[in-house]
């Protein structure tokens, strides 16, 4: 029996020690949003609405602020049980992060990948610079992330599930993780459902099974119309993004038109807004994948940034390429499946108007540790 929970003892122990190390005095301050996050949470705490009097977690709508919902109410038990402090603070974002390992193994082994795979990916993700420094924030997004990935462990019960008593628990479970997951954050609601989709999709093809499906696209769709029916929920963030912004675009299409030495007709096929979109897209796509960022630097900004490291270390960049040959080369189901992952785990970046995605797209970072293990898996079949 030991020898079967040690592993997990052992990744939950890796896990756990980094990120409650000294969490009371590191980091030594909260950032803004940090700030608003812990603020909202007390609100709630103690007047039973945000601060501006006009939501709570009862009114079962969509609000209206720039942060999502629920991700100062998810902080309430620690705020409510520990000390105001700093620990107090940071402590629901660093115990979730602490699980999150684990819950990425068994995702992994439920999708019908190796052992080794599987196991390696936890090891290193629970020793992952990035994964420490995301742990130890009172930002929304560790949390949001936690209980989008706990909600794809729901969906493979959901689609192995062989009675109606095991179907309306995982699709309980599923719709409160989901649910969670989708109202904690306003930025993953573009990559981590439609990743959620597919994971449907392959679970679907793998099981013959298509009422999961149907299930599956009831709760992500009437998620979706549910804040599509209110806008004022979405409106206050459409500035932030990048293809929305028609006068940027037309901006860059007539200066480019005026430096051209193209004739008339020629300029307008190869200089328009389309052009320009598409030029943008990619651009901010592969500005994810700068080696300097992935592997020495970080990102710029200083919330973000592991200083002076990368999101993963350094000697993982060959097993990170072999891994991604591997996946292009395979042809088997699951190694396509987590190829698209990979592929379309950045998009929340790619729409964004700046560049960040060390949070933003953090499902990214996730998958790129998995393609690092998948190239020790390759090397050491």
Do not use: C
């Amino acid at each position: 029996m030991f020898k079967l929970i040690f592993p997990y003892l052992l990744i939950l122990f890796l896990s756990l020690l980094p990120r409650l190390y000294s969490l009371g005095t590191i980091p030594t301050s909260l950032a803004h949003d940090e700030v608003d996050m812990i603020i909202q949470a007390h609100s709630l705490r103690l007047t039973g609405t945000d601060l501006s009097g006009t939501w709570s977690p009862w009114s079962l709508l969509p609000n209206d602020a720039v942060m999502a919902e629920l991700g100062p109410a998810v902080n309430l038990p620690t705020l409510s049980l520990l000390p105001n402090s700093l620990f107090a603070a940071h402590a629901t974002s660093a115990l979730l992060s602490s699980l999150y390992p684990l819950v990425l193994v068994l995702v992994l082994l439920s999708l019908g990948f190796s052992r080794r795979l599987s196991w390696f990916s936890g090891y290193a993700l629970a020793l992952s610079p990035w994964h420490i420094l995301f742990s130890r924030t009172s930002l929304e997004q560790p949390t949001s992330l936690f209980f989008y990935t706990l909600s794809w462990l729901s969906l493979s019960t959901l689609f192995k599930a062989k009675n109606k008593k095991s179907i309306l628990l995982s699709t309980f479970t599923f719709l409160t993780f989901y649910s969670i997951g989708f109202y904690t954050y306003h930025g993953y609601k573009f990559a981590l459902p439609l990743l959620t989709v597919i994971l449907s999709l392959y679970h679907s093809y793998r099981q013959k099974r298509y009422l999961p499906l149907l299930i599956v696209a009831l709760i992500t769709g009437g998620l979706y119309l549910r804040i599509m029916a209110n806008p004022s929920s979405y409106l206050s963030r459409g500035g932030e993004i990048a293809f929305l912004d028609k006068s940027r675009f037309s901006q860059v299409v007539d200066y480019d038109r005026r430096l051209s030495l193209l004739p008339d007709s020629l300029t307008q096929v190869f200089s328009n807004k389309p052009q320009a979109i598409v030029s943008l897209a990619v651009d901010k796509y592969l500005s994810v994948f700068s080696p300097d960022q992935l592997f020495t630097k970080g990102e710029k900004n200083g919330v973000f940034s592991t200083g002076r490291t990368g999101y993963l270390y350094l000697f993982l960049a060959p097993f990170v390429v072999i891994g991604f040959a591997s996946l292009v080369t395979s042809g088997k189901s699951r190694d396509l499946l987590l190829l698209v992952l990979f592929l379309l785990s950045p998009l929340a970046t790619v729409l964004h108007t700046n560049t960040s995605f060390a949070f933003r797209s953090a499902i990214f970072v996730v998958l790129l540790t998995v393609l690092s293990a998948k190239g020790v898996e390759v090397l050491a079949v």
